[in-house]
């Protein structure tokens, strides 16, 4: 890739901070960018869970789908052993006959998946599809796994200024529902917040959830709140 082009891409991928846009933005420009992919998805791994994070076209949907229903396909097999699984034709490839055979059905000759790295605690791969057989040389997997490499940081990025908007309307939240008790119970701005954790553990909710039943107006008895306030 040359260097007008790896900045272009990193600022459409940047353009918007929200995960859900970055991961369409990365399938987007993947099928804009790597030569050969004529359609692209995203699959995203929470623990045990994988979902299919995004998606460029119906087939490619239908695929991925294919890969959940049989437990087999190049993609997940991405996910848990190697970096990169490449099928050449879906003709000839014998490692996952089932998934092959649906795909060619689908017109999908070859298929290119990578794993996007550091984007610790989960794992993604980008899968990227050909109508043609033999779709992906060794040069454009090279594109690929640089254009990898700019996704993941993409998704690293999202993730971390998500989790920053997270933690602040949380606390938005918690600082809201101490307002309320210390302006209806006369707490002070310690004590609300130890009423708050109190019901937290005793009803092993999370705080946020338990704050956030004081400011709809449930979730702590007005004697509880008194209790707190009385306490030493």
Avoid at 81 to 107: F, K, Q
Avoid at 123 to 132: D, T
Wanted: aromatic share 4%.
């Amino acid at each position: 890739m040359q260097d007008d082009q790896i900045v272009r891409i990193v600022e459409q991928l940047s353009a918007e901070p929200e995960e859900d846009y970055t991961l369409q933005q990365i399938v987007d420009q993947a099928v804009a960018n790597v030569p050969g992919a004529d359609m692209c998805s995203v699959f995203v791994r929470h623990g045990r869970r994988v979902d299919v994070g995004a998606t460029t076209d119906p087939v490619a949907a239908r695929i991925d789908d294919l890969q959940f229903q049989l437990d087999e396909g190049p993609c997940l097999t991405v996910l848990t052993d190697h970096e990169i699984a490449r099928v050449g034709d879906t003709h000839a490839d014998e490692r996952w006959p089932t998934w092959s055979a649906a795909s060619r059905e689908e017109g999908v000759r070859s298929s290119l998946s990578v794993r996007l790295t550091s984007i610790s605690p989960l794992f993604a791969c980008l899968n990227m599809y050909s109508r043609v057989a033999d779709g992906f040389d060794d040069d454009d997997v090279d594109h690929a796994l640089v254009y990898a490499r700019l996704a993941s940081v993409a998704i690293s990025q999202a993730r971390e200024i998500g989790g920053l908007r997270s933690a602040l309307q949380n606390r938005l939240v918690i600082g809201a529902a101490q307002g309320i008790l210390m302006e209806r119970y006369g707490l002070s701005l310690e004590r609300s917040f130890e009423v708050l954790r109190r019901h937290s553990n005793e009803s092993n909710t999370k705080l946020r959830e338990v704050a956030q039943g004081v400011v709809d107006g449930v979730g702590i008895h007005p004697a509880a709140a008194r209790d707190g306030a009385m306490a030493p």
